[in-house]
């Protein structure tokens, strides 16, 4: 939504430092973003004591720079249970600028998908799974963002932001559906991928993936 979009994640700065342990491997974070060769990795789940555990919109720059200052890069490599949406969607349109491969090695849940189905080519490893399910906002992320922003808005009552909310939640799920189109899925399928809430999620066959265009060997 456009109250997502404009709803800002804390914590951690970014960082960028040659890693001794992976001599031509550049790590931003706690080796959540680095690159090896022509592959930039992306793991939001390994080492997650170390916080943040998911995409954040602090990963943008950090995702950026890597590529420039890897320009030989040509895949990305997934693994991440989601996050951000802001975030995914702004990492999505650079590895599509870029016209970058995607692969998944582990898990692709929820927002990490918008990055993955930006690939050219995409793929997933053997023994790995893409995750669908609905996007969600908690009452209390809801109850926050009316209290920021109701004055600026002219939302006078909750009722008035209940009608803005409604229609804002239709826009992207507009979006949604159409990003998923334009990238080569199934319309079908995608509309099967709103059936699952949140925690609840919906991980489809290798054979349903590459009939319904999610995983695909050729750049259309």
């Known amino acids: 939504m456009e109250l997502r979009r404009q709803f800002g994640m804390l914590f951690l700065g970014t960082c960028a430092a040659v890693s001794l342990a992976r001599a031509d491997a550049v790590a931003a974070g706690n080796n959540r973003l680095y690159v090896t060769g022509t592959l930039l990795v992306y793991d939001t789940e390994t080492g997650e004591d170390t916080p943040p555990g998911e995409i954040v919109v602090e990963d943008i720059d950090a995702f950026r720079a890597l590529l420039k200052a890897h320009p030989d890069v040509t895949e990305v490599q997934l693994h991440s249970g989601g996050g951000s949406v802001y975030a995914s969607s702004e990492i ?14 582990g898990e692709c849940v929820s927002a990490c998908v918008d990055i993955f189905l930006a690939g050219a080519r995409r793929q997933m490893t053997l023994g790995s799974k893409i995750g669908f399910h609905r996007r969600s906002w908690s009452p209390e992320s809801v109850e926050s963002y009316y209290d920021d922003l109701r004055e600026s808005r002219g939302w006078d009552t909750p009722f008035v932001f209940g009608s803005w909310i409604y229609e804002d939640t239709q826009r992207e799920m507009h979006d949604y559906l159409k990003y998923m189109v334009e990238r080569g899925v199934e319309p079908g399928f995608a509309i099967q991928t709103l ?3 949140s925690g609840d999620e919906w991980y489809p066959s290798r054979r349903k993936l590459v009939a319904a265009g999610v995983l695909r060997d050729k750049t259309p």
Not at 92 to 98: C, N, R, S
């Open 195 to 197: 059936q699952m809430d």
């Open 92 to 105: 999505a349109w650079i590895v599509t600028d870029y016209g970058l491969d995607t692969t998944v090695q």
